[in-house]
């Protein structure tokens, strides 16, 4: 069974840090992607950043230059670190496994794993 346990998450202000976690078990790092959404209150789910089979990266562009996805396959460990906060950062973060993103879309697929999030608020 895949599990996905993100930590991290808190309160910060404008223009702080935080680096998120996401520990991975059952499940074996493949040709997919695995990253990073988010999701405010009234919003729609959106993705913030990801790495791809090959470990290459992609950002959104509400992230770039501030966000920075990593990998960790020895510790079954993912992380996004994250810069320069604003406001409209504030969200529930989810680590995600097992999606496409080819060319900068990315499209879930049906057994796509998510975690159960970790909260994210940022005041200024």
């Known amino acids: 069974q895949v599990q996905l346990v993100e930590s991290g998450g808190g309160s910060v202000q404008s223009g702080g840090s935080l680096r998120l976690s996401c520990v991975t078990s059952?499940?074996?790092?493949?040709?997919?992607?695995v990253g990073w959404f988010r999701q405010a209150p009234g919003q729609a789910r959106e993705w913030v950043a990801f790495?791809?089979?090959?470990?290459?990266?992609g950002y959104a562009d509400s992230g770039k230059g501030r966000f920075a996805i990593s990998r960790d396959n020895a510790k079954n460990t993912m992380y996004l670190q994250m810069n320069s906060l604003k406001p409209e950062d504030t969200a529930m973060y989810y680590c995600?496994?097992?999606?496409?993103?080819?060319?900068?879309?990315?499209?879930?697929?049906?057994?796509?794993?998510w975690g159960q999030g970790t909260q994210v608020t940022v005041s200024s």
């Open positions: 995600v496994a097992d999606f496409w993103c080819e060319g900068g879309a990315v499209v879930l697929r049906p057994n796509t794993h």
């Open positions: 059952g499940y074996t790092y493949s040709s997919y992607c």
């Open positions: 790495i791809d089979g090959g470990r290459s990266a």
